[in-house]
Protein backbone atom coordinates (compact mmCIF):
# COMPACT_ATOMS: atom_id res chain seq x y z
CA UNK A 1 0.00 0.00 0.00
CA UNK A 2 2.74 2.31 0.88
CA UNK A 3 4.61 1.66 -2.16
CA UNK A 4 1.80 3.95 -4.34
CA UNK A 5 3.01 6.86 -2.62
CA UNK A 6 6.95 6.32 -3.63
CA UNK A 7 6.54 7.99 -6.71
CA UNK A 8 4.59 11.59 -4.77
CA UNK A 9 7.28 11.66 -2.12
CA UNK A 10 10.28 11.42 -5.03
CA UNK A 11 8.03 14.15 -6.80
CA UNK A 12 7.91 16.33 -3.36
CA UNK A 13 11.65 15.65 -2.55
CA UNK A 14 12.87 16.72 -5.58
CA UNK A 15 10.64 19.67 -6.56
CA UNK A 16 11.78 20.88 -2.38
CA UNK A 17 15.16 20.35 -3.49
CA UNK A 18 15.36 22.22 -6.48
CA UNK A 19 13.66 25.05 -5.56
CA UNK A 20 15.88 25.27 -2.35
CA UNK A 21 18.94 25.03 -4.87
CA UNK A 22 17.17 27.56 -7.22
CA UNK A 23 16.88 29.91 -3.77
CA UNK A 24 20.25 29.53 -2.68
CA UNK A 25 22.08 29.97 -5.94
CA UNK A 26 19.96 33.21 -6.56
CA UNK A 27 20.95 34.29 -3.52
CA UNK A 28 24.70 33.72 -3.71
CA UNK A 29 24.95 34.73 -7.37
CA UNK A 30 22.48 37.70 -7.84
CA UNK A 31 23.96 41.09 -7.35
CA UNK A 32 23.48 43.38 -4.14
CA UNK A 33 22.71 47.21 -5.50
CA UNK A 34 20.23 48.49 -2.91
CA UNK A 35 19.15 52.20 -3.54
CA UNK A 36 15.92 54.50 -2.39
CA UNK A 37 13.97 53.35 -5.07
CA UNK A 38 14.31 50.06 -5.12
CA UNK A 39 13.57 50.12 -1.07
CA UNK A 40 10.47 52.21 -1.65
CA UNK A 41 6.92 51.00 -1.24
CA UNK A 42 5.53 50.47 -4.76
CA UNK A 43 2.83 47.95 -3.86
CA UNK A 44 -0.05 49.98 -3.73
CA UNK A 45 0.85 52.76 -6.15
CA UNK A 46 1.92 55.68 -4.32
CA UNK A 47 4.20 56.82 -1.93
CA UNK A 48 3.36 55.52 1.61
CA UNK A 49 1.96 58.37 4.24
CA UNK A 50 1.84 58.97 7.69
CA UNK A 51 -1.44 60.00 7.99
CA UNK A 52 -4.15 57.62 7.34
CA UNK A 53 -6.97 60.06 6.22
CA UNK A 54 -4.59 61.51 3.67
CA UNK A 55 -6.78 61.41 -0.10
CA UNK A 56 -5.06 59.61 -2.21
CA UNK A 57 -6.02 58.46 -5.92
CA UNK A 58 -8.32 55.66 -6.25
CA UNK A 59 -7.34 55.25 -10.66
CA UNK A 60 -4.90 52.06 -9.05
CA UNK A 61 -7.73 50.55 -7.51
CA UNK A 62 -10.22 51.31 -10.57
CA UNK A 63 -7.94 49.46 -12.34
CA UNK A 64 -7.28 46.98 -9.69
CA UNK A 65 -10.68 45.50 -9.51
CA UNK A 66 -10.60 45.49 -13.72
CA UNK A 67 -7.76 43.08 -13.68
CA UNK A 68 -9.32 40.96 -11.38
CA UNK A 69 -12.89 40.65 -13.35
CA UNK A 70 -11.13 40.29 -16.41
CA UNK A 71 -9.27 37.16 -14.71
CA UNK A 72 -12.25 35.97 -13.27
CA UNK A 73 -13.53 36.08 -17.01
CA UNK A 74 -10.35 33.93 -18.18
CA UNK A 75 -11.18 31.34 -15.14
CA UNK A 76 -14.28 30.94 -16.47
CA UNK A 77 -13.30 30.16 -20.04
CA UNK A 78 -10.98 27.42 -19.46
CA UNK A 79 -13.01 24.77 -17.96
CA UNK A 80 -16.14 25.58 -20.55
CA UNK A 81 -13.23 25.22 -23.34
CA UNK A 82 -12.54 21.62 -22.10
CA UNK A 83 -16.30 20.74 -21.88
CA UNK A 84 -18.25 22.53 -24.85
CA UNK A 85 -18.70 19.54 -27.20
CA UNK A 86 -20.62 17.72 -23.77
CA UNK A 87 -22.02 21.14 -23.37
CA UNK A 88 -23.11 21.50 -27.23
CA UNK A 89 -25.01 24.39 -28.58
CA UNK A 90 -26.37 26.12 -25.09
CA UNK A 91 -23.37 25.97 -23.45
CA UNK A 92 -21.76 27.90 -26.46
CA UNK A 93 -24.93 30.24 -26.58
CA UNK A 94 -24.73 31.09 -22.71
CA UNK A 95 -20.90 31.91 -22.99
CA UNK A 96 -21.35 33.88 -25.72
CA UNK A 97 -24.00 35.91 -23.56
CA UNK A 98 -21.35 35.88 -20.25
CA UNK A 99 -18.68 37.66 -23.28
CA UNK A 100 -21.04 39.81 -24.45
CA UNK A 101 -22.05 41.51 -21.35
CA UNK A 102 -18.30 41.62 -19.82
CA UNK A 103 -17.77 43.52 -23.16
CA UNK A 104 -20.76 45.83 -22.55
CA UNK A 105 -19.04 46.19 -18.70
CA UNK A 106 -15.50 47.04 -20.52
CA UNK A 107 -16.91 49.57 -23.04
CA UNK A 108 -18.83 51.49 -20.51
CA UNK A 109 -15.50 51.48 -18.20
CA UNK A 110 -14.05 52.48 -21.04
CA UNK A 111 -16.08 55.44 -22.22
CA UNK A 112 -16.21 56.61 -18.23
CA UNK A 113 -12.34 56.47 -18.27
CA UNK A 114 -11.98 54.81 -15.48
CA UNK A 115 -8.73 53.05 -17.69
CA UNK A 116 -6.92 56.59 -18.83
CA UNK A 117 -4.11 57.10 -16.50
CA UNK A 118 -2.72 60.50 -16.28
Given at each position: MLEQYIPVLIFLGV??????VSLTLGHFISPTKPNTEKNSP??????????????????????????????????????????????GMFGFIAMIIF???LVIGFIYEWKKGALEWE
Open positions: STAIGIYECGFEAFEDARMKFDVRYYLVAILFIIFDLEIAFLFPWATVLDELLGI
